[in-house]
């Protein structure tokens, strides 16, 4: 079966900085684009960030300018490197991807908390 493992999360102060990865394994078609959405308590899903294997990347503008997405298609991995981490961005982050059938596969999720 296909897996999505993401990791990579826990507790950092405000202003710091997390990776995250999110590893997918199994029988997979070819990837065509890798997702990370979050949420927190409270509030509805986000997309915060994609990417596709035309090199198109999308950034939700709560995290724009912070988050860089970045996939290794051929190894089925990406990363989600954010920085200047703020208290909101405090939330379950899930990996998504879809491959060439336009299947979807979701990650079990990395919790993510900015506090001080």
């Known amino acids: 079966q296909v897996q999505l493992v993401e990791s990579g999360g826990g507790l950092v102060q405000p202003g710091g900085s997390l990776t995250l990865s999110c590893v997918v394994s199994g029988s997979v078609f070819a990837i065509t684009t890798m997702d990370w959405y979050r949420q927190a308590p409270g509030k509805q899903r986000e997309r915060v960030a994609a990417i596709t294997t035309e090199g198109t990347t999308y950034y939700s503008d709560s995290v724009k300018g912070r988050f860089t997405i970045s996939v290794d298609f051929a190894k089925d991995t990406g990363l989600l490197q954010m920085d200047s981490l703020k208290p909101d961005d405090t939330a379950v982050y899930y990996c998504?991807?879809?491959?060439?059938?336009?299947?979807?596969?979701w990650g079990q999720g990395t919790q993510v908390n900015v506090s001080s």
């Open positions: 998504h991807v879809h491959d060439i059938r336009d299947f979807g596969y």
